[in-house]
């Protein structure tokens, strides 16, 4: 055979060997959607809240006293500047940063909640919800020490296509969180704006992504994060219907349990300043 020829089958075989092994389960993007349900050693469900509809009576009092709360909005939690790339500087927060937050939070009397604990009655006199926006790894590997290492807690918004992708958490990041009373609410199957999405489209994001978390994981979400804060009220109606008895938006200033489908929250940029932020908390 001509050596040109041989080259040309050596380049296929490698060609089709990095695409073939892409295509394996857990390369696949949809790897956490398709892949058989992972074994469970714990039943989440109706732990620690054992009523998870919106006829829990601590839900119904909270929502009907117009209890206020501070709600604050993360995403990454890792040292990053490029002065190219000013959306990804505004959604990276420095790690030492997050730390005095804790500190100044437990220095003030605040008290990080849940919504479950919410649900379990167990609202603190100065509430304040820490959230994390799309599931990434560095909540596992940055952010979750320092809550642990306060024992304190917080709420992680995962998407459900990423999980196990590249730079957000695992399936197993995430039995270790449920383990440390980490709270998992869904923020949709992809992404997708939801306000632009047809209704079967909207079931997968909305539906799909709670029904997926529970097989996986024997845990039942109760707290939804618009992605993109997009919302409408059709979006309203099928969160609340799937089963979700709380949705954040990204809509700026002190959450009202009064309207627990459209909850403000407080965006935490580097130059977000909280202390500053928590004086509309009085
Ligand atoms: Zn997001």
């Known amino acids: 055979m001509p050596k040109k020829v041989l080259l040309a089958i050596f380049f296929l075989l490698i060609v089709g060997t990095i695409v073939a092994v892409k295509l394996l389960p857990g390369h696949s993007l949809t790897s956490v959607v398709d892949k058989p349900n992972v074994a469970n050693q714990t039943d989440y469900r109706t732990s620690p809240v054992p009523i998870l509809h919106q006829d829990n009576p601590a839900y119904l009092a909270a929502t009907q006293q117009s209890v206020r709360i501070p709600i604050l909005m993360y995403h990454h939690i890792v040292d990053y500047h490029n002065a190219s790339d000013p959306l990804g500087n505004n959604l990276a927060y420095a790690p030492a940063k997050f730390a005095q937050d804790l500190d100044y939070l437990l220095a003030n009397h605040f008290t990080p909640t849940t919504f479950r604990a919410i649900l379990a009655g167990k609202l603190p006199d100065k509430p304040v919800i820490l959230t994390f926006d799309d599931g990434y790894d560095d909540f596992y590997s940055t952010a979750y020490p320092a809550i642990k290492q306060r ?132």
């Open 151 to 282: 024992q304190l807690t917080a709420v992680v918004f995962v998407i459900l296509n990423r999980i196990g992708q590249k730079s957000y958490l695992s399936l197993g990041n995430m039995h270790e969180l449920l383990d440390g009373g980490i709270e998992f609410g869904s923020h949709s199957t992809t992404h997708a704006d939801l306000t632009k999405v047809d209704a079967a489209q909207l079931e997968h994001e909305i539906v799909y992504s709670r029904q997926r978390i529970d097989e996986l994981f024997h845990y039942q979400m109760i707290s939804f994060c618009y992605p993109s804060g997009a919302f409408n009220d059709t979006v309203i109606n099928a969160v609340q219907n799937a089963g979700f008895m709380f949705a954040t938006t990204t809509k700026d200033g002190i959450a009202n349990l009064a309207s627990p489908f459209t909850l403000s929250r407080i965006r935490m940029t580097p130059d977000t300043n909280l202390a500053q932020e928590l004086q509309k908390f009085k």
